[in-house]
């Protein structure tokens, strides 16, 4: 085990929708303070205000064919 000290020490947590801080024993929705903020975050998500970073597309061939 590590040395690190109380192992029951509260673990404060700040959400990320709201930025409140919370104890995170006391959240069902982690990482998020409450079931409210978990929700804006799904919405954000679903109105691709969140976007996972991917690399440009080349252009196939069948896109690129000029007559």
């Known amino acids: ?10 673990r404060w947590m700040t959400c990320p929708i709201c930025q409140r801080q ?9 990482p998020f303070c409450s079931s409210r903020c978990r929700l ?16 440009p597309e080349e252009a196939s061939e069948e ?3 000029e007559p």
Do not use: H, I
Not at 1 to 10: E, F, L, Q, V
Not at 40 to 55: H, I, K, Q, S, T
């Open 40 to 55: 804006v975050d799904l919405g954000r998500w679903l109105d691709e205000r969140y976007g996972l970073p991917m690399p």
């Open 22 to 30: 919370f104890l995170a024993s006391e959240s069902e929705a982690l």
């Open 1 to 10: 085990m590590s040395g690190s000290g109380s192992g029951n020490a509260p």
């Open 63 to 65: 896109e690129t064919d």
